[in-house]
């Protein structure tokens, strides 16, 4: 490439003139091998030298990360091209769906949270389940047009988006509801020794809660198209797509992603204030633990076990007439 080549357009260096949305291979977008990604890796270079010279110590980190990044969408594009072929297989998008929804609890809980309680792992999937799995559908289904709505290639990289801003949004508000029950233990216990029930209690924790998940999406919102061009619009438009379908797409896809973290922050913080404050009206500091660095499949088997047990205890002592009081 001369240098002439790299400032000058297509058309002006080979004398030809460009077809609108036509990419470098003329099929409307810029086909990239392993070269151009070496380049872009190149300039990761700058985080190493920032790292050093301020003596962060994040060289492996960032070494990590990238080569983390290489695998994991690779492997990710091997996945989804036979699923993309198969795209009407309603029993292959579900599995793809369930996969990534699993990733996302174990990242939540055991990654992200810095409190856990017992059985958030369950919890946090039936949120996620609900949330994301129905705004997906809706939205795709009707806000995009896809027939059917689980068509994979409009599906699952909606899905994947509004499952990575839920996932967010559920750590943050569970992460604040338990901090606030920690830090304003003795005010909750002495309301409701007052008499006040968990709801009236739990009330302002769940609204502050739910507040703070649904703030980086509504900032987000209000500054998208202004200040920043957002990734969807972005990689729509480098793939060779009219501006103005890129912009409906782009609306459609934040307004989905509003909802879904919405109503998955809502299910998650409601269900943890209704582990950690009991039918008896007490708080249940026992149930909230800081976060370990254990062995994820096992801290899952235990959070299955332990609601397993609550579940069947609840049930026994419901038949016979007693009162319900849980471990």
């Known amino acids: 490439m001369t240098i002439s080549a790299f400032f000058l357009p297509s058309s002006a260096s080979n004398g030809t003139s460009p077809s609108p949305g036509s990419g470098g291979d003329g099929s409307g977008q810029y086909a990239l091998d392993y070269y151009n990604v070496a380049i872009a890796a190149s300039m990761l270079a700058s985080d190493a030298v920032v790292s050093l010279m301020l003596g962060l110590q994040l060289e492996r980190t ?9 695998i994991q969408l690779t492997i990710m594009g091997y996945i989804l091209t036979p699923v993309f072929e198969h795209a009407e297989s309603f029993e292959l998008v579900f599995l793809i769906s369930m996969i990534l929804m699993t990733l996302a609890v174990v990242e939540i809980v055991y990654n992200k949270a810095k409190f856990t309680f017992t059985g958030e792992v369950v919890i946090v999937f039936v949120s996620l389940f609900v949330s994301v799995g129905l ?18 290639r409009r599906f699952i990289p909606a899905y994947g988006m509004l499952l990575g801003n839920s996932m967010t949004g559920v750590a943050v508000s569970i992460t604040t509801c338990l901090t606030q029950f920690m830090d304003r233990r003795d005010r909750i216990e002495y309301m409701l020794a007052l008499g006040a029930s968990r709801w009236e209690v739990a009330r302002p924790v769940i609204a502050e809660a739910v507040r703070v998940g649904l703030l980086p999406g509504l900032m987000s919102m209000s500054i998208i198209g202004l200040i920043s061009i957002p990734g969807m619009m972005s990689g729509q438009i480098l793939a060779g797509a009219p501006v103005l379908e890129a912009v409906n797409y782009q609306i459609i896809i934040i307004y989905l992603i509003s909802s879904s973290v919405a109503l998955a922050s809502v299910l998650a913080t409601v269900a943890c204030v ?3 404050i009991d039918g008896t009206h007490r708080l249940r500091i026992d149930r909230i633990q800081k976060r370990g660095k254990g062995n994820p499949l096992i801290a899952i088997g235990g959070d299955f076990w332990g609601m397993l047990k609550d579940s069947f205890i609840w049930s026994w002592r419901k038949l016979r007439g007693g009162e319900v009081r849980l471990s």
Do not use: H, K, Q
């Not at 960032?62 to 290489?70: E, F, K, L, P, W």
């Not at 939205?139 to 059917?148: D, S």
């Open 135 to 152: 705004v997906s559908a809706l939205g795709v289904g009707f806000a995009m047009n896809a027939r059917p709505f689980y068509e994979a």
């Open 274 to 276: 209704a582990t950690c």
């Open 62 to 70: 960032i070494v990590v990360s990238a080569i983390r990044c290489i």
